[in-house]
């Protein structure tokens, strides 16, 4: 049971990694065109910050694995 909740949380994970790019990519393309207003600006840094402490706890944790 316990695996297969840790393998629903790596797809979920993945889904939420992937979204979060899409909007990256999406107020990077935004940003181009015209100036970002208060809210999508910060959509826009918390977003590349998710996207940065998400990825850095996944190796944390790989390697704490590994170890």
Request: hydrophobic share 50%.
């Amino acid at each position: 049971m316990i695996s297969i909740l840790e393998n629903i949380l790596q797809v979920t994970a993945g889904i939420l990694i992937l979204c979060s790019f899409y909007f990256y990519r999406f107020f990077k393309k935004v940003k181009k065109d015209r100036k970002l207003n208060l809210i999508e600006q910060c959509i826009y840094i918390i977003t590349q910050i998710a996207i940065f402490l998400c990825t850095v706890s996944y190796l944390l944790l790989l390697l704490d694995r590994n170890y």
